[in-house]
């Protein structure tokens, strides 16, 4: 499924912190696509350097391995840049085993790409951020207007790069758009047990494994196709008016996890795939 908008014309050098990971490597990929020069930042934490090797065919294209919660020298890296999408960030999954790791990346290294981004006069900052951000929502549909209230070192790191982005355009009228994403799926989604739910039961589908639920599997979730995400990355670039704006990026099609476990065994034609409830 090819993008519905191209960037090309309105830019010319784009920078995909975490370029390698999931998300990241499909908006590297249709930017250049696009036409467009792109630069790859990644530390390969969670990223992996096959998820990009197909983009080597374009000469437009450059991989760099770089951690940002290293500032010296990340300057270089942004000469002749005039689009960022930062996507670079800590997993929700591992913010407890290393909140401090979890902090260090989403709201230090968030601090360092913005710096560096205004050192270097970017025309457009996208910044990837959740909708955990908003903590236990309180009102159905939750809209951009929920209070901001975490309730994990995820949601308070993700919050304070929040908050240095929206600085940003206050003290250097940098255009700057946050986007909050909701339980994204699609093609080079981690399949591993921290991985991303619809990948998880896909795997254990097709090692005859029981798909495993935790609860009772009437939890509601808006699943959202990863080249959706690059749509609206995209088209966020591209119209006026989002300059300190922030959108909630959801399919806004509610599915609930017994749903979706039902789904995996129709789509594998595994009728009788076991589907195992635990707390």
Not at 89 to 97: F, G, Q
Not at 114 to 131: P, Q
Not at 175 to 183: A, E, K, S
């Amino acid at each position: 499924m090819a993008s519905s908008y191209s960037l090309y014309g309105k830019y010319k050098r784009a920078l995909v912190t975490g370029g390698a990971g999931f998300i990241g490597s499909h908006i590297v990929e249709d930017l250049l696509n696009d036409g467009l020069e792109v630069v790859s930042l990644d530390n390969y934490s969670a990223g992996h350097p096959i998820n990009v090797k197909h983009c080597h065919k374009h000469s437009t294209f450059a991989e760099i391995t770089w951690d940002i919660t290293k500032a010296t020298g990340l300057d270089r890296f942004f000469e002749g840049v005039d689009i960022v999408f930062h996507e670079a960030c800590s997993k929700n999954t591992a913010c407890v085993r290393d909140p401090l790791r979890d902090l260090a990346i989403n709201g230090l290294g968030t601090l360092h790409v913005l710096m560096a981004a205004k050192n270097s006069g970017v025309k457009k900052f996208v910044h990837a951020l959740s909708g955990s951000v908003y903590g236990e929502p309180v009102a159905f549909p939750t809209n951009e207007d929920h209070q901001l209230d975490p309730v994990s070192y995820y949601g308070v790191s993700k919050l304070a790069g929040d908050r240095y982005a929206r600085l940003f355009t206050h003290l250097f009228d940098m255009d700057v758009t946050i986007l909050r994403y909701y339980h994204v799926f699609g093609p080079r989604q981690d399949h591993s047990e921290v991985g991303g739910v619809v990948s998880i039961f896909g795997r254990r589908a097709l090692e005859n494994k029981p798909i495993i639920i935790y609860g009772d599997g009437t939890q509601l979730r808006s699943f959202t196709y990863v080249k959706d995400i690059v749509n609206i990355s995209k088209l966020v670039a591209l119209e006026d008016g989002t300059k300190s704006q922030a959108f909630n990026c959801a399919s806004g099609i509610k599915v609930t996890i017994n749903e979706l476990a039902n789904a995996v065994r129709e789509y594998f034609q595994k009728p009788d795939l076991q589907i195992k409830y635990e707390d």
